[in-house]
Nanobody, 121 residues
């Protein structure tokens, strides 16, 4: 079983910083994509940042220049460094990964439970 465990969410004032972590564990052959989405009530879940093919990254326009995604040497733990936070960044942040669990096995999407981030004015 593949699991994604997030941490690092919390309350911060505008202009502050937070660092989110997501650790993937279980039966993993390859992680094809891994990154972060966020969602607020009444709004669809949106991509924040992710690793795609190779070491390429993709960021939402709203966070470019403020957020940085990174990963450890195992490429099974990703981080989201969030700087210059704004109230509109308030959301539940979800870790997402597309994972192959073995040769000949399907590529599946996995989600963490989410970690809330609240940015005060």
């Amino acid at each position: 079983q593949v699991q994604l465990v997030e941490s690092g969410g919390g309350l911060v004032q505008a202009g502050g910083s937070l660092r989110l972590s997501c650790a993937a564990s279980g039966s993993i052959l390859n992680i094809h994509r891994m990154g972060w989405y966020r969602q607020t009530p009444g709004k669809q879940r949106e991509l924040v940042a992710q690793f795609i093919l190779g070491s390429a990254t993709n960021y939402a326009d709203s966070v470019k220049g403020r957020f940085t995604i990174s990963r450890d040497n195992t490429e099974r733990t990703v981080y989201l460094q969030m700087n210059s936070l704004k109230p509109e960044d308030t959301a539940v942040y979800y870790c997402n990964a597309w994972i192959s669990e073995g040769i000949g096995r399907a590529l599946n999407a996995y989600w963490g439970r989410g970690t809330p981030v609240t940015v005060s004015s």
